[in-house]
């Protein structure tokens, strides 16, 4: 089992920041590709950005690219989101996932997930 707490969100102005931190526990943290998603109301969840065990590949969406940097610390068993220059389109529930399978951009490729932690960019 793993579990994935997500933290960070909260209410920013548009051209403004956020980091979304991911505290994992359960398993071999270093062994797993993490990503981010994100779903906004009433649309479905939304791949957002990946990162390789090892941190050493990186993937995101066209969307964010830019934007947004994922990164690790495995020491800490924490995945993190950096998220730069948010508007309107970027508001939604964040989720961590933990992937079992490739690619790393597609929601059924996560066999874990976290509660989601709200993003609100006001415009």
């Known amino acids: 089992q793993v579990q994935l707490v997500e933290s960070g969100g909260g209410l920013v102005q548009a051209g403004g920041s956020l980091r979304l931190s991911c505290a994992a526990s359960?398993?071999?943290?270093?062994?797993?590709?993490m990503g981010w998603f994100r779903q906004a109301p009433g649309k479905e969840r939304k791949f957002v950005s990946a990162?390789?065990?090892?941190?050493?590949?990186?993937y995101y969406a066209d969307n964010v690219k830019g934007r947004f940097t994922i990164s690790r610390d495995n020491a800490k068993n924490t995945v993190y989101l950096q998220m730069n220059s948010l508007n309107a389109e970027d508001t939604a529930v964040y989720y961590c996932g933990a992937a079992r399978s490739w690619p790393p951009t597609a929601v059924g490729s996560y066999a874990y997930w976290g509660q989601g932690t709200q993003v609100t960019v006001s415009s």
């Open positions: 990162i390789t065990g090892s941190g050493s590949s990186t």
């Open positions: 359960g398993r071999t943290f270093s062994s797993g590709t």
